[in-house]
């Protein structure tokens, strides 16, 4: 099968702000004398801000009222974006630019697939956003990762069916998302928590040229 798009997550895979969400998540729960560390995160990636809150709270023993859980996913929000604020081209991770670069030579449309509310933001402080054919982030999406609902729609507003397509994920639930789906997913991170991906890649330096042959069964 011809592979005609690359989709792409956003936090984590282009850019490593998987490392802000856990800072500001981290803060929140300290605030609310919840224990949570870097392996609970993981549970965190690629899920939206309610589910993310949602499952730290399940992890405390109070309850609390919708209201105060608006309140809260906003202060998450107020400091993600602080500790975002001094994000420019330099924080792209390696071999990504490159990548894009590449895919664009070659004709191969370029998708993004994220649950973030903030991905367009992002994307434009990384001055990347006219890579992209298409952007579907979670202003556009009613179903969090692992429901491919992110990903179906980037196929469908660049016109390609899932099995043309690659997906690049660096979360658990959005390497599930993929291949629920029907793409194909390449996971950039640890093998262990990505094993269902048809590839893994340890970091996106390793994202080259050959795996688009890999993908056509080449
Ligand atoms: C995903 C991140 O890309 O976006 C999650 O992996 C995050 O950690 C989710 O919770 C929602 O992001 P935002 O920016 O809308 O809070
Ligand atoms: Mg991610």
Request: net charge negative; glycine share 6%.
């Given at each position: 099968?011809?592979?005609?798009?690359?989709?792409?997550?956003?936090?984590?895979?282009?850019?490593?702000?998987?490392?802000?969400?856990?800072?500001?998540?981290?803060?929140?729960?300290?605030?609310?004398?919840?224990?949570?560390?870097?392996?609970?995160?993981?549970?965190?990636?690629?899920?939206?801000?309610?589910?993310?809150?949602?499952?730290?709270?399940?992890?405390?023993?109070?309850?609390?009222?919708?209201?105060?859980?608006?309140?809260?996913?906003?202060?998450?929000?107020?400091?993600?974006?602080?500790?975002?604020?001094?994000?420019?081209?330099?924080?792209?991770?390696?071999?990504?630019?490159?990548?894009?670069?590449?895919?664009?030579?070659?004709?191969?449309?370029?998708?993004?697939?994220?649950?973030?509310?903030?991905?367009?933001?992002?994307?434009?402080?990384?001055?990347?956003t006219s890579y992209f054919d298409a952007i579907v982030d979670g202003n556009k999406i009613t179903e969090a990762k692992?429901?491919?609902?992110?990903?179906?729609?980037?196929?469908?507003?660049?016109?390609?069916?899932?099995?043309?397509?690659?997906?690049?994920?660096?979360?658990?639930?959005?390497?599930?998302?993929?291949?629920?789906?029907?793409?194909?997913?390449?996971?950039?991170?640890?093998?262990?928590?990505?094993?269902?991906?048809?590839?893994?890649?340890?970091?996106?330096?390793?994202?080259?040229?050959?795996?688009?042959?890999?993908?056509?069964?080449?």
């Open positions: 099968m011809k592979i005609k798009a690359c989709i792409f997550d956003l936090d984590g895979v282009i850019v490593d702000t998987a490392k802000f969400h856990f800072l500001a998540w981290k803060r929140l729960a300290d605030e609310l004398n919840i224990s949570f560390d870097e392996h609970d995160n993981e549970q965190l990636k690629g899920v939206s801000r309610t589910t993310s809150l949602e499952i730290i709270l399940r992890k405390g023993s109070i309850q609390y009222s919708e209201e105060e859980k608006q309140e809260m996913a906003v202060k998450k929000n107020i400091w993600y974006l602080e500790y975002c604020s001094t994000i420019d081209e330099s924080e792209i991770l390696p071999g990504i630019k490159e990548f894009l670069d590449e895919l664009k030579l070659k004709n191969i449309l370029i998708g993004l697939g994220s649950a973030s509310k903030n991905a367009l933001l992002i994307l434009d402080k990384l001055k990347l692992p429901n491919p609902q992110v990903f179906l729609r980037a196929a469908e507003e660049l016109n390609v069916n899932p099995n043309e397509a690659i997906v690049f994920e660096d979360a658990e639930a959005g390497v599930e998302a993929a291949i629920r789906g029907g793409f194909y997913a390449i996971g950039i991170g640890d093998a262990k928590i990505l094993g269902k991906a048809n590839i893994v890649l340890r970091s996106t330096a390793l994202i080259n040229f050959n795996l688009i042959d890999a993908a056509e069964g080449k």
